[in-house]
């Protein structure tokens, strides 16, 4: 199977490992707007995102899997593709663990030595960072990003586009609401809202978005 990542950056060099490691699967190119045209360069195409549907008509058996770690924009690329879920793969770390009752959704990337255990839902282009733990009976909506080494204890539930910081540690029978971000370290012991900061151990609500109330 062919795979083009789109975004080319620092979220893409481990986006690019995990197919590497998968062997299955043949890496061809990167696709990101910091390109003007389509370039060949070693056998690799580099390219800008509308590029996209030129690439779809070339080659056979082709996916594609987003590498852009800000949920926002990568919702907006998604849906500027306007492409079914059957075009993203979902992609993990052989090292990653997934338990064979989970369900994960299109396009989601699973790294390095995550932990995503029962029963758990995951919904479409999530990111579950290195050393994250999911568990069991816990829901996550489209384009969530769990940071490195966060942990989701059991029945959990997180609203779209929600973001969890690195060493963050929410327990169990919690709900985050929507566009939500909780602060590197945080401990999360109550519900939060939606379109907010909640930092601190416990977490509290340290700003509310404005620009996406409403």
């Keep these: 199977m062919n795979v083009v990542v789109i975004g080319h950056g620092g979220h893409s060099k481990v986006v690019s ?7 299955e699967l043949q890496f061809i190119g990167y696709l990101d707007n910091k390109y003007e045209r389509i370039q060949l360069m070693n056998n690799f195409i580099y390219g800008p995102v509308e590029a996209a549907n030129q690439l779809k008509q070339e080659y056979n058996n082709l996916k594609f899997v987003m590498a852009i770690g800000d949920n926002k924009v990568r919702k907006s690329v998604v849906e500027k593709l306007g492409y079914s879920k059957s075009d993203f793969i979902t992609i993990f770390h052989p090292s990653a663990y997934i338990s064979p009752s989970a369900k994960i959704g299109h396009g989601t990337v699973i790294m390095p030595q995550a932990v995503i255990n029962a029963d758990v839902v995951i919904g479409d282009h999530c990111i579950i960072n290195s050393c994250s733990v999911v568990e069991h009976d816990s829901r996550l909506e489209d384009y969530v990003h769990l ?7 059991g029945t959990v539930e997180m609203g779209e586009g929600s973001c969890v910081g690195s060493g963050a540690t929410i327990i169990p029978n919690i709900s985050i609401g929507e566009w939500t971000m909780i602060g590197a370290g945080a401990t999360v012991i109550d519900h939060v ?4 900061l909640a930092m601190g151990t416990p977490a509290k609500v340290k700003m509310i978005n404005k620009m996406n109330v409403g």
């Excluded at 490992?17 to 062997?23: E, S, V």
């Excluded at 940071?147 to 204890?153: D, F, G, K, Y």
């Excluded at 809202?193 to 907010?196: E, V």
């Design 17 to 23: 490992d995990i197919i590497r490691a998968n062997k």
């Design 193 to 196: 809202p939606s379109n907010c």
């Design 147 to 153: 940071c490195p080494n966060s942990t989701i204890a």
